[in-house]
């Protein structure tokens, strides 16, 4: 009877799975499907990609499209991937962030399945009999896996801590940037960014309430929001765009850019913001806007300060005054403004360059692989 298995001589090939709903566009990625995308062009192995059908999608060797379904969605595309899976043939295949598809490809195929968070794995808090049966079952899915990769050092050891019983191998793999892609800019424009999702936990409306205090005393100096998801959060959305109307044409809000624009303004931009008031699982915002060039003002909450370590301007507190003083300080100090800028950028260029970080994940899946191989 023929394996489903591929030969250990043959050519390593991971199949790459999207959560439901991510449409793999160039229009409207995510920073998980940015992610994909980047470890797919610099694995040494193929890389094949699965998502939902989007117009436009990113680069990759080969993408295959899903069909959005309404009703239950993750066993339906379970079954498509699980097929798919069959006819490729892949040496392991990786899930991102959703561990109930995850674990529903681990029982429907033969190969080893490895799921990478981008987000805090938090124990369920219902009523104590459903919280013990929560636990239970997402105890035996996540030791039915081959192989987990957090984004953070912060994500792995929340891991640890709320989920001891979890034995399967892990590792740490967060975004990576292209260093040599960035062109940061040697002359700044006296602006400060802000890009990120429209919702309270980002901080954005503190930063917002900050420049307008701020800029009216600095008129050579501008503010440009980048914002994803305005609907979400209507009337908070409304709030930053009041925030923001003092400052008149100073002020641009942008929606749903794409991320080559909001690269751009990353290299060009003399201050960005990293205001986040929740622990960040990572924040690839911050990540940019150093691989950009810019200098950076931060929360350090959560995966934040692994990203700056020395290089960024703290807050103390997430709120509108301590944020106007911190651009107030870089503002009128453009030598601690250089000194940042390009600490921020070698720190990125030593820790979270996109070989390094790709490499990393790629000996993680070889490691799963020949695990799974001896069984």
């Not at 200098?295 to 995966?303: D, K, L, Q, T």
């Not at 800028?341 to 820790?351: F, H, M, Q």
Request: one cysteine or more.
């Amino acid at each position: 009877m023929p394996s489903d298995s591929p030969s250990r001589d043959e050519p390593r090939r991971i199949l790459q799975v999207l959560p439901r709903g991510m449409r793999y566009s160039q229009d409207s990625a995510t920073s998980v499907d940015l992610f994909v995308c980047e470890m797919a062009a610099h694995s040494r192995f193929r890389v094949d990609v699965v998502a939902e059908s989007g117009d436009r999608p990113l680069p990759a060797i080969s993408v295959h499209e899903l069909p959005p379904f309404a009703i239950a969605k993750t066993q339906r595309r379970a079954r498509l991937v699980a097929a798919l899976a069959r006819e490729l043939k892949p040496s392991a295949v990786v899930v991102q962030q959703h561990l109930p598809s995850a674990a529903a490809l681990r029982a429907r195929t033969p190969f080893p399945v490895i799921l990478q968070k981008h987000n805090f794995l938090r124990p369920s808090r219902a009523a104590a009999w459903l919280r013990d049966a929560s636990r239970w079952r997402r105890t035996r899915q996540l030791n039915a896996l081959a192989g987990l990769t957090f984004v953070s050092e912060t994500v792995l050891a929340d891991f640890e801590r709320d989920w001891p019983e979890v034995t399967t191998p892990r590792r740490v793999v967060p975004n990576g940037v292209d260093i040599a892609a960035w062109a940061p800019r040697s002359e700044r424009a006296k602006d400060v960014l802000a890009v990120g999702r429209s919702t309270p936990e980002k901080g954005l409306l503190e930063a917002a309430q900050a420049l307008a205090v701020v800029l009216p005393r600095h008129p050579d100096w501008t503010t440009t929001f980048v914002v994803s998801e305005p609907d979400r959060f209507p009337s908070y959305f409304t709030a930053l765009t009041k925030a923001l109307a003092p400052l008149g044409p100073r002020a641009r809000l942008r929606v749903g850019a794409p991320f080559h624009e909001v690269k751009a303004l990353n290299e060009a931009a003399a201050i960005a913001l990293a205001p986040s008031v929740w622990r960040e699982p990572f924040g690839r915002t911050c990540l940019e806007a150093h691989a950009g060039g810019a200098a950076v003002v931060s929360s350090g909450s959560g995966g934040l300060r692994e990203i700056s370590g020395d290089a960024a301007l703290y807050l103390s507190t997430v709120d509108a005054a301590q944020i106007a003083e911190s651009v107030e300080t870089l503002i009128m100090d453009e030598p601690l403004r250089n000194r940042l800028s390009a600490a921020g950028r070698a720190r990125i260029e030593r820790l979270f360059e996109l070989r390094r970080v790709a490499a990393g994940l790629d000996d993680f899946c070889a490691e799963t692989i020949e695990r799974a191989a001896r069984g």
